[in-house]
């Protein structure tokens, strides 16, 4: 298998930092710039794949609409050596599906600060006019202080209005099981709900340590979101509020229209309410 060649133009390739299937992210240091950024490529083997280069180029297209704070910043794209790769703002933090792995009480004191900022990112990308479709732990990088970045916008649509919605093309039912609405399994039209739906599942994990739906087979699993009911993430987390729960139980509504309209509509209740009882490590 052809290797990740060490410089990409003006670009040092300095250590791997994440992957997935077919792409890497890189730390660079940037000759033309004269700092580290970060880097996604389309490792060797699929170059020359056409899908992953459409999902490249429109992940780069979806970035460029978006400026905030806590969505990472796209800079270029280009290709070398017949390699296609994205530039953009290096932030070196690990995700939080690393983190709470490590066990979600050391999330804790900062948990506030995170999931607020999560659905201020997602509020910017909803008036952009975009769903991500792809909101999940692993998508979220998060600093020792709570900062948050939202990456990863290869999935992201053009959000369905009232006429999309009865007469649209329907979306193909793409996004990562755990986190999907029962209207995303189905392959139904797509509109900000469906995200708020998986930052639902996101808050749930980030209490209780895992998704709200676990299951055997992948089948099993979807057919839980569309029809099982939303389980009490405080039977899991004693420490998670009366206030978390009921909030969770309109995010993981089963239909679209009993959720929050919204994600300005989340932050008021975020603003309003405690997630834990205790905001402390331990």
Same mark, same amino acid.
């Given at each position: 298998m052809a290797r990740i060649p060490e410089r990409l133009g003006s670009l040092k390739l300095v250590r791997q930092i994440g992957k997935g299937r077919h792409c890497q992210i890189w730390e660079a240091e940037d000759g033309a710039a004269a700092r580290p950024v970060a880097v996604k490529l389309i490792v060797p083997a699929m170059a020359g794949d056409a899908p992953q280069r459409k999902l490249l180029a429109h992940e780069f297209k979806v970035a460029r609409t978006l400026e905030h704070p806590t969505i990472i910043r796209m800079e270029r794209t280009a290709e070398d050596d017949g390699i296609p790769y994205l530039v953009m703002e290096l932030f070196p933090h690990p995700n939080l599906k690393q983190q709470i792995a490590e066990g979600v009480e050391k999330l804790a004191p900062r948990l506030q600060r995170i999931i607020t900022e999560i659905a201020l990112a997602l509020d910017h990308v909803h008036a952009r006019g975009w769903v991500h479709r792809d909101v999940k732990p692993d998508n979220v990088l998060a600093a020792p202080d709570g900062q948050v970045k939202l990456i990863d916008m290869e999935l992201a649509a053009r959000a369905s209005g009232p006429l999309g919605m009865l007469f649209g093309p329907k979306p193909p039912a793409q996004g990562t099981p755990s986190y999907m609405s029962p209207e995303q399994i189905r392959g139904q039209t797509l509109t900000a709900r469906s995200d708020i739906y998986a930052f639902g599942c996101?808050?749930?994990e980030m209490l209780a340590g895992k998704p709200p739906y676990t299951a055997a087979t992948a089948n099993e699993l979807l057919n839980k979101h569309v029809s099982a009911p939303v389980p009490s993430v405080q039977t899991i987390n004693r420490n998670a509020t009366t206030s978390v729960s009921e909030l969770l139980r309109q995010l993981l509504? &089963? &239909?679209?229209?009993?959720?929050?309209?919204?994600m300005q509509a989340v932050l008021q209740q975020l603003r309003t309410i405690r997630l834990l009882e205790r905001a402390t490590a331990g």
């Open positions: 996101m808050l749930f509504a &089963k &239909k679209a229209s009993a959720r929050p309209g919204s």
